[in-house]
């Protein structure tokens, strides 16, 4: 019997067909189509420059946005051969870890959700929305932030940041203590959960399957510590490895994660570098006809340590905090904004980094950089022609190899196997279908 | 005369109920749903309101939230299961990529969903904050309450059929003269 | 020895380019010689190249604005990862436009089975032994391939009907 379990099916993990073939309750034969919410993210990071492609990119793995900004950007600092300040890597290794706890917290309480724990899922939305404070007291925006930049971020930390996440830190820890309490234990979650959807390591590794789903399966293998990027090498963290492969450990893992990823936040809160630059700025707040008046003097010495009253969204991206946070570059990066309000050196870097025609340039080349996804290994590889638009921009989606083998883990099993089976792929559409 | 009064009054009493008991079919597909979730959750409680409890089946609910992105892929599936919902019934397009195709300008996007099925009411945001979610549901009541319902498309030819605030560009003097009037 | 050097030893003649820009060792090579070395790559013990991370393809048409002529159209690039000695290499084959053609790796690595429908869809090229090259993130009805430059980003097709099952 051909069942089709549509693309609109209320597991909440986006829109996929499966069309799978019965013999009463057993599993005899699953076919995957994907592709129904395909945006054309290759296609349109063409047609924009370098800077302009990371609203795109946040669309890409909507739950974890901060790991594919920072993913993107890494790679075309590759690509332009340039590093960025410590205080910048930290920041970014902070945003990356509060994302993959977000994600990891959204795809257990969604499968745990559709086996019938509503009461888990709303306590991991909950942890999921003291983060999204976090992100949202430096960023700006709670789901699609757009934060990183070709250099480095966009803002500093704000005052008090450290204090309040070390609370929230500690808001998380105890809400992960009460979910393990209840799912752990638990006679019917175990008992669903274990020894379905087992795939073994020859076939996982024959698929090119990384991150929690083949750690599960006993092979120890994280981009974090094989190629370690950012400031990784520094940290002390373990990764956490499964044995059976089975639907279980990946829930494991996934909850050992979150744990070391806090972990993480910690000891990078307790290490950032002090970026804040001492305020020597000699200038005062002129008024706008003495400095029109004086510059028609050609006196513009003076003007350059000028203060420029600026807008308050713009908060962490003002000269006192510029060099911890962006790399020394005047052709890469914007500069900070009283430059750009206050004088025309400012003005006019900034017009060349923004218009059509000018912008980033890249020498001609290609490179390809991967980063650790929570759902595994996210590489993007970009090809330059010297231009300011990417001639080509490929993510490789971690979770396209798992769907690939997801036939593999569902044959021979039960219908109702395939819930937390597919809960456990943990897969994300905008992320498979680019 | 008198049984215009009743049927009035039944009319009241019959908006009110609908009002408070929504019964969604949340057409989830991208990041949005991340925002739908948040709502629904418990910080964003939307059961407040009586919508609570997503029917997963177009026969057993009356409001279709469409949540995230459509591709042209998914415009038949969205359109069989509008069609296959029973009156009366409501769209929500949650969401600046189903109202008008967000900054998704290319082929594989609907350029919003009201070129294919009737749509009360416009959720914009990338993604729409929960606070704005609830304010679209707030008045989505309204609407049901007066038993009002959207049956027009959107003609892209002759550009008639969305809300003026989609159409046209952003001007300055537009916008000030929207703050204004809001005072 | 690098897997580049290693390469680079054993089919000296079959590979036109190679290049390390930025540290990610790059071998170009034709359709023909595509096969032995994958096989090579992958049976070596000291090279061991059992993870295919990536297999996707970019088209070169107007490259640079035109001021790079490039002979051939289209390449298929290959990334491998080796899980033991935790080393990257880049195989890049080039493609023509009048037959764009390549062969299949399907029954060295599993994972190449989806990839090369993908590149089918975006870009047209076929993969020779394919056991269901049909579109996947389009719908069937799509005419053209999506990736191609010439393909412009906001073409949009009628809509389609609903289908069954």
């Given at each position: 019997m051909l069942l089709n379990v549509g693309p609109s099916h209320p597991a909440m993990h986006g829109v996929i067909r499966l069309i799978m073939e019965l013999d009463g309750e057993k599993i005899k034969g699953v076919d995957v189509e994907i592709g129904y919410l395909h945006r054309a993210f290759e296609k349109m990071c063409e047609t924009v420059m370098y800077a302009q492609c990371f609203p795109y990119t946040d669309r890409l793995n909507y739950v974890s946005p901060l790991i594919n900004n920072v993913g993107f950007a890494l790679t075309v600092e590759k690509l332009l051969g340039i590093d960025i300040p410590d205080r910048a890597k930290y920041i970014r290794v902070i945003m990356s870890e509060i994302s993959r706890v977000t994600d990891h917290l959204t795809c257990v309480g969604a499968s745990a959700m559709e086996m019938g724990a509503m009461s888990a899922f709303l306590y991991m939305i909950k942890a999921r929305e003291f983060l999204y404070e976090l992100v949202e007291e430096i960023t700006g925006a709670r789901l699609t932030i757009s934060y990183v930049r070709i250099g480095g971020v966009k803002a500093d930390l704000t005052e008090g940041f450290v204090d309040k996440a070390f609370k929230k830190i500690a808001d998380?820890?105890?809400?992960?203590?009460?979910?393990?309490?209840?799912?752990?234990?638990?006679?019917?979650?175990?008992?669903?959960?274990?020894?379905?959807?087992?795939?073994?390591?020859?076939?996982?590794?024959?698929?090119?399957?990384?991150?929690?789903?083949?750690?599960?399966t006993g092979v120890s293998y994280d981009v974090r510590r094989a190629q370690p990027y950012l400031i990784y090498d520094r940290l002390d963290f373990e990764v956490p490895v499964g044995s059976k492969g089975d639907n279980l450990d990946r829930y494991f893992v996934r909850m050992a994660e979150m744990e070391q990823s806090l972990r993480i936040i910690e000891?990078?809160?307790?290490?950032?570098?002090?970026?804040?630059?001492?305020?020597?700025?000699?200038?005062?707040?002129?008024?706008?006809?003495?400095?029109?008046?004086?510059?028609?003097?050609?006196?513009?010495?003076?003007?350059?340590?000028?203060?420029?009253?600026?807008?308050?969204?713009?908060?962490?991206?003002?000269?006192?905090?510029?060099?911890?946070?962006?790399?020394?570059?005047?052709?890469?990066?914007?500069?900070a904004k009283e430059d750009t309000y206050g004088n025309i050196e400012g003005l006019m870097n900034h017009f060349k980094l923004v218009m059509y025609g000018h912008g980033i340039r890249p020498p001609m080349g290609e490179v390809y950089f991967p980063v650790e996804g929570a759902n595994g290994e996210l590489g993007?590889?970009?090809?330059?022609?010297?231009?300011?638009?990417?001639?080509?921009?490929?993510?490789?989606?971690?979770?396209?190899?798992?769907?690939?083998?997801?036939?593999?883990?569902?044959?021979?099993g039960m219908m109702a196997d395939l819930i937390p089976t597919f809960g456990s792929v943990n897969m994300i559409a905008g992320e498979l279908d680019r | 005369m008198g049984i215009n009064f009743f049927t009035s009054k039944l009319n009241d009493a019959l908006g009110w109920a609908r009002k408070f008991s929504i019964f969604q079919y949340p057409f989830v597909t991208a990041c949005c749903?991340?925002?739908?979730?948040?709502?629904?959750?418990?910080?964003?409680?939307?059961?407040?309101?009586?919508?609570?409890?997503?029917?997963?089946?177009?026969?057993?609910?009356?409001?279709?939230?469409?949540?995230?992105?459509?591709?042209?892929k998914m415009a038949p599936v969205l359109k069989m299961v509008h069609d296959q919902m029973c009156e009366p019934k409501w769209v929500v397009a949650f969401g600046?990529?189903?109202?008008?195709?967000?900054?998704?300008?290319?082929?594989?996007?609907?350029?919003?969903?009201?070129?294919?099925i009737p749509v009360d009411i416009y959720i914009p945001g990338c993604p729409p904050r929960p606070e704005n979610v609830l304010d679209g549901l707030?008045?989505?009541?309204?609407?049901?309450?007066?038993?009002?319902?959207?049956?027009?498309?959107?003609?892209?030819?002759t550009k008639k059929g969305r809300p003026a605030e989609f159409q046209g560009g952003y001007t300055v003097e537009g916008h000030i003269k929207h703050i204004e009037s809001l005072s | 020895m690098t897997p580049l050097e290693r390469i680079q030893e054993h089919f000296s003649t079959q590979i036109i380019e190679v290049h390390a820009f930025r540290g990610d060792e790059t071998a170009v090579i034709r359709p023909s010689s595509l096969r032995p070395m994958a096989k090579f790559l992958k049976e070596t013990p000291e090279l061991d190249f059992n993870f295919l991370m990536d297999l996707t393809a970019v088209d070169h048409l107007f490259y640079a604005g035109g001021r790079v002529q490039k002979e051939f159209r289209f390449e298929v690039v290959y990334h491998f990862f080796s899980l033991k000695f935790n080393h990257r290499i880049r195989l890049k084959v080039l493609v023509d436009e009048k037959s764009p053609e390549v062969d299949t790796l399907v029954d060295f690595w599993p994972a190449a089975n989806w990839y090369e429908r993908e590149v089918w869809d975006m870009f047209g090229i076929r993969f020779k032994g394919h056991p269901n090259l049909k579109r996947m993130l389009m719908y069937e009805e799509f005419k053209g391939h999506a990736l191609r430059k010439d393909y412009p980003f906001n073409k949009r097709q009628p809509l389609i009907g609903p289908k069954d099952v």
């Open positions: 998380v820890r105890k809400v992960l203590i009460e979910t393990d309490e209840l799912l752990t234990r638990n006679r019917i979650f175990f008992d669903r959960m274990k020894d379905t959807g087992k795939i073994s390591a020859q076939d996982a590794i024959a698929y090119g399957i990384t991150g929690p789903f083949l750690r599960s000891q990078c809160l307790a290490q950032i570098p002090d970026g804040q630059v001492s305020a020597d700025l000699t200038g005062c707040v002129i008024a706008a006809n003495q400095m029109v008046d004086s510059a028609k003097m050609g006196r513009t010495e003076e003007l350059i340590e000028d203060e420029v009253t600026l807008d308050p969204t713009l908060q962490g991206s003002t000269r006192k905090y510029y060099e911890g946070i962006n790399a020394n570059k005047k052709d890469v990066v914007l500069p993007f590889y970009i090809v330059s022609d010297g231009r300011d638009l990417p001639w080509r921009v490929r993510v490789h989606p971690p979770c396209f190899a798992i769907m690939a083998a997801l036939p593999k883990c569902l044959i021979g | 749903g991340m925002e739908y979730m948040s709502t629904a959750a418990a910080h964003y409680d939307v059961d407040r309101f009586g919508a609570g409890f997503p029917r997963f089946s177009p026969r057993q609910s009356d409001v279709l939230f469409v949540v995230g992105t459509i591709s042209q600046v990529c189903t109202c008008t195709g967000g900054f998704y300008d290319n082929y594989a996007t609907l350029q919003g969903i009201d070129t294919i707030m008045k989505l009541q309204e609407k049901i309450k007066k038993g009002e319902q959207s049956r027009t498309l959107y003609d892209p030819r | -």
